[in-house]
């Protein structure tokens, strides 16, 4: 009972329970295969887990199962800090045409991971939670052109997403 005591404050802390007066869109629609791969963490609303992180990345892989692999690292401290990561799995919701998921790091809890805004060439995303809590903006590279950057905080800022939390992350890693 303990075991589950924990896990269970642990899932909340990292999820949290905050709604929001507007739910987020997501995308129409997403191609797991183009969405696979690695991803950098550009820019991101504060979270606990990701407390002091640098280097930060996503990485997605399709499995046999139909479901992903999800591989996310950091670097702690500093951009030479040790690298840390969790290994978890995500399913896609029935009907939404993949845009929204769910991921699990810790059985049997998951969390809702919600691709909000795509790139037609999948060279960025946006990814958030029912609730607006929790943000993150991706890129298929380490910086993101400013223009574009601001664009989407622009655009998030419009759909009532609290820009004002977005902290960018260090990528200097080599």
């Given at each position: 009972m303990k075991h589950f005591l924990i896990m269970l404050s642990v899932t909340l802390g990292l999820f949290g329970c905050k709604t929001s007066e507007v739910l987020p869109t997501s995308v129409g629609e997403v191609?797991?295969?183009?969405?696979?791969?690695?991803?950098?963490?550009?820019?991101?609303?504060?979270?606990?887990?990701?407390?002091?992180?640098?280097?930060?990345?996503?990485?997605y892989t399709l499995t046999e199962k139909g479901t992903v692999e999800v591989y996310n690292t950091c670097r702690k401290g500093g951009a030479e800090g040790k690298e840390s990561g969790i290994?978890?799995?995500?399913?896609?919701?029935?009907?939404?045409?993949?845009?929204?998921?769910?991921?699990?790091?810790?059985?049997?809890?998951r969390a809702d991971y919600w691709i909000v805004k795509l790139d037609k060439d999948y060279q960025w995303a946006v990814v958030s939670t029912p609730g607006k809590n929790y943000l993150w903006i991706l890129s298929?590279?380490?910086?993101?052109?400013?223009?574009?950057?601001?664009?989407i905080v622009e655009s998030l800022r419009v759909e009532n997403y609290d820009t004002g939390l977005l902290l960018r992350t260090p990528q200097l890693c080599k």
């Open positions: 191609d797991l295969e183009r969405y696979a791969g690695l991803w950098y963490d550009v820019a991101s609303f504060p979270a606990r887990f990701q407390k002091n992180c640098f280097c930060t990345t996503a990485t290994r978890g799995k995500a399913f896609a919701v029935n009907g939404s045409h993949n845009t929204k998921l769910k991921v699990q790091f810790f059985w049997p809890f298929r590279t380490p910086e993101m052109d400013e223009t574009l950057f601001n664009s």
